[in-house]
């Protein structure tokens, strides 16, 4: 089982940063990628930002240049540095971890509220 705890979510104002982190601990095996999502009421989960074991990171275009996401030496834990914050980021941020058996796991998922 793998437990995923974030951290770091919180109200900010338009034009500010905030950085969540997640770490995961239990019994799993290797992990394959992180990430974070995004959801607002009514709206689909949004991917906001992946990374894998090698490194390599994918962003939606609505993030790009302005958060990023990192999990240093591949450790268990991923963190997201929002910049530049916008209200329409206002949402519910999950993160989520992929493991090298296929299953993913979710984090219970942490508020950020921009106001502008």
């Known amino acids: 089982q793998v437990q995923l705890v974030e951290s770091g979510g919180g109200l900010a104002q338009a034009g500010g940063s905030l950085r969540l982190s997640c770490s995961a601990s239990?019994?799993?095996?290797?992990?394959?990628?992180m990430g974070w999502y995004r959801q607002t009421p009514g709206k689909q989960r949004e991917l906001v930002a992946v990374?894998?074991?090698?490194?390599?990171?994918n962003y939606a275009e609505s993030v790009k240049g302005r958060f990023l996401i990192s999990r240093p030496n591949a450790k268990n834990t991923v963190y997201l540095q929002m910049n530049s914050l916008k209200p329409e980021d206002t949402a519910v941020y999950f993160c989520?971890?992929?493991?090298?058996?296929?299953?993913?796991?979710w984090g219970q998922g942490t508020q950020v509220t921009v106001s502008s």
């Open positions: 990374i894998t074991t090698g490194g390599s990171t």
């Open positions: 989520y971890t992929d493991l090298r058996s296929g299953s993913r796991y």
């Open positions: 239990g019994s799993f095996g290797s992990i394959t990628g």
